[in-house]
């Protein structure tokens, strides 16, 4: 996988709106695993200048997240084809629509997804690897956890499979290798790095955050959201329990919440995304220290495999 | 582990209601896993009758599954001390009021826990072990998943910590032991295996089932379950969101549901509480066979392990 995408350690960090910035992103690539660049809700052409800006820090290979649901979609389609980006990876929907124009400018495709059937049409459609994310990730989730998730895309499609969700350390790397992954994606963990620029309050949240402090909201829209616990998240969801309240404003209850976490550090009104292993997240280590941690131990876990065969 | 236990290999088989008696205990230990009978809900003589018929059928150690939430627990409490049952496993709630005479009676006690908290408790308490169980299990389940859980559970007690859900092959144990269990327990591949008195219709749709064909509901309960997706539990979920539903009424709603599912086989109003893996498994196989191609498989691939190793 590594020689696939010209990395080093087979880890890719998630393209986490409003955090997975040119700077983070780069320290990332830069440290030998594969940086993402959230195209969130921007246009085109200012996507444009965060990969420009990325590529003036980094000259090793980096990937831009594409959040199909984004009202300039279309235009984010094309700048990542005219900028030459070498891989793209998507959420928040399937990517059919773009992915032979994209294959065709010579970008590698790596959608993320959350069931196997979806895994099989993108595989398809041409994509050269995918991502199967479990529900104890932070953001964004399906219903599938990764332990349940991963072995039966593994099982469905023949490209490498590149596990997301609940892998905090080298343990959750070695498990998710275990059940047939060839790398991962690590989200929250990167959330703390030096180089990330989430606001002082979101990492600290991050770093102080028990086994128990997360919650998935959003059900009743479709569109489920795994964040920390807070005043946010908790009048959030008893919204969500009313019938009096209406789709449309709990919609607009949420919107603009993460960016008020992770810019402004609101801990009351901010919408602060993170996994269910936020609590094995205890420091703010530089993004190439987390790297290298993650694998030593990873290594090291998997030597020792061999003392559960009889 | 298998020391402490008495048994073969580190599988315990999940104390399922109506689902795991005596035939399927024994079967289970008789194969050199840890069988475990469900008390369910059942009056104090009938659970003795139930463990007198096991030791018919095995001489091999076997547990009792106490849930915690029934309205015979001090009875059954007492009938397992008196039968000098080796183990009990508890569920939906924390056994520490009856651990001290339990453990006096020389009864080892292995709680299901759901967070590190209730696991740091149960230990300080005297249990000897405790089962980390994911969100991702068949019936009742928390919020966390396994590979989330199990890790923090590891850290945060020193006993064996046995890991539950999403574990339906031999990958599934094999990342159990990285993420630090030293055993699992499995439910929803013995639901169909040949010594399981489950319903033929039961059998069928775990074997027929596919990866997106479970639903949490109760949620608004505060008792989440976890089953096959059917006329019942779509019904169910929707009248969850229901305010003119009263708490009462979902509750009547659900209640019996289970045993029409795993005695009559009642497919549309039937609770067919299974877990996300349910899609692994294909076969109905003796629990012996189970088993040993559990471990055979997680021995290959831990062995090969170290390949990763750079």
């Known amino acids: 996988m590594c020689d696939l995408?010209?990395?080093e350690f087979p880890i890719f960090q998630g393209g986490m709106a409003w955090v997975a910035d040119a700077g983070l992103a780069s320290a990332v690539s830069n440290a030998g695993g594969l940086g993402i660049v959230a195209a969130m809700n921007m246009p085109g052409e200012a996507l444009r200048e965060v990969i420009q800006q990325t590529r003036q820090l980094t000259d090793r290979p980096f990937a831009v997240n594409i959040m199909l649901m984004s009202?300039?979609?279309?235009?984010?389609?094309?700048?990542?084809?005219?900028?030459?980006?070498?891989?793209?990876?998507?959420?928040?929907?399937?990517?059919e629509k773009y992915m032979a124009y994209w294959i065709s400018c010579g970008i590698k495709v790596i959608p993320v997804v959350p069931s196997t059937a979806v895994a099989r049409r993108v595989v398809r459609n041409g994509a050269c690897?995918?991502?199967?994310?479990?529900?104890?990730?932070?953001?964004?989730?399906?219903?599938?956890?990764?332990?349940?998730?991963?072995?039966q895309i593994c099982d469905a499609v023949e490209v490498p499979v590149i596990a997301a969700g609940g892998i905090g350390d080298g343990r959750g790397i070695a498990a998710a290798f275990m059940l047939g992954a060839t790398g991962v994606q690590v989200g929250t963990r990167f959330v703390v790095c030096h180089e990330s620029s989430a606001h002082t309050t979101f990492k600290q949240k991050v770093l102080s955050a028990g086994d128990i402090d997360t919650i998935t909201t959003g059900r009743r829209l479709g569109h489920p959201v795994r964040a920390l616990k807070n005043p946010f998240t908790r009048k959030f969801a008893k919204l969500e329990w009313d019938n009096a309240v209406s789709d449309a404003e709990l919609e607009a209850y949420g919107s603009g919440a993460l960016r008020l976490a992770v810019q402004q550090g609101d801990a009351d009104r901010g919408c602060f995304m993170a996994g269910q292993i936020a609590a094995l997240v205890n420091r703010e280590q530089p993004a190439a220290e987390i790297i290298r941690e993650m694998f030593s131990q990873a290594e090291r876990i998997l030597s020792e495999g061999t003392k559960w065969v009889v």
Do not use: N, S, Y
């Open 129 to 151: 690897a995918v991502i199967a994310e479990g529900c104890e990730a932070g953001g964004h989730v399906g219903e599938l956890t990764t332990m349940a998730l991963l072995p």
């Open 5 to 7: 995408f010209g990395i």
């Open 71 to 95: 009202p300039h979609v279309e235009e984010v389609a094309q700048v990542v084809a005219q900028e030459r980006v070498p891989l793209v990876t998507t959420g928040a929907g399937t990517p």
